[in-house]
């Protein structure tokens, strides 16, 4: 019964979905955090998704979705002069990780609706599974 | 077709097709955060109409041979009314709706189908 595939393709995206918002958390969790060096400091994460094709159901024109890889923000940390602060350089500077904090929490309300969408959907299929089996009753 | 089968109608089909929507538009509200995803649903009236001729699909002999499914014909892709940077072509809204009115007319079939099934039940009881 081809009701049941909604169960796994949308099962693939709250995987996907609870993976971004995990990097999420990481993210926020980090703001603020210092370093003596740009090399040493935290830098956001992020999830890159990407379809997942598989043959069986490719046929029927339906395909989940996958978090391909989880990639390093290119912000370059900030460079900031404190010298008196334990974690300074030799020359006074420290490095803070270059979280936005806003941008984060737009992120995780976006991921938090996706997530809903597929969980709406899943209880609208089971539902319809339910009355489904009760045919004729 | 026997003359139950008959009574059924054109429900057991579109019930079958319902089906398939699901998974359908399940899988572009899955993708819709996904780069480059196209959204899909299928022309149901052509579909259906393609189940109720009973176009068997092409036999598959050969390895290199592509199975084609009658329903992998009726796939189409949607037009976007927003295009976005990124090329997916998923909104969100107007998949819940199509989500929605699937489920609407799949119970309409459901219904159908219960109807037939007590009538049925009915004159073999001979109530």
């Not at chain 1, 090399?39 to 379809?51: G, I, L, Q």
């Not at chain 2, 892709?77 to 072509?89: F, I, K, M, S, V």
């Amino acid at each position: 019964m081809s009701l049941f595939n909604v169960f796994e393709i949308s099962g693939t995206a709250l995987t996907a979905q609870s993976v971004r918002l995990n990097t999420i958390a990481s993210n926020l969790a980090n703001a603020g955090v210092v370093g003596s060096s740009p090399d040493e400091v935290y830098r956001a994460r992020y999830p890159v998704f990407s379809t997942a094709l598989d043959a069986a159901r490719a046929d029927r024109g339906t395909a989940g979705v996958r978090v391909e890889e989880i990639v390093e923000s290119t912000v370059e940390p900030r460079k900031e002069y404190v010298p008196g602060h334990p974690m300074a350089d030799e020359e006074g500077y420290i490095y803070r990780a270059s979280i936005n904090s806003v941008e984060e929490m737009a992120n995780m309300i976006s991921a938090s609706r996706s997530y809903q969408s597929s969980v709406e959907a899943m209880n609208t299929t089971k539902q319809l599974i339910m009355r489904t089996l009760s045919m004729g009753s | 077709m026997n003359m139950i089968d008959k009574a059924f109608g054109v429900a057991p089909q579109a019930l079958v097709l319902r089906a398939q929507r699901f998974e359908l538009i399940s899988a572009n509200i899955a993708n819709a955060d996904t780069p480059g995803y196209k959204a899909r649903d299928i022309d149901f009236a052509d579909a259906l109409s393609r189940a109720r001729e009973g176009a068997a699909p092409a036999r598959v002999t050969h390895p290199a041979h592509i199975a084609t499914s009658d329903l992998r014909q009726a796939v189409l892709y949607r037009t976007p009314a927003q295009a976005t940077l990124d090329g997916n072509t998923v909104e969100t809204e107007q998949e819940h709706a199509a989500f929605m009115d699937n489920a609407i007319r799949y119970q309409a079939s459901l219904n159908f189908l219960n109807g037939r099934i007590k009538s049925i039940l009915g004159a073999l009881r001979g109530e």
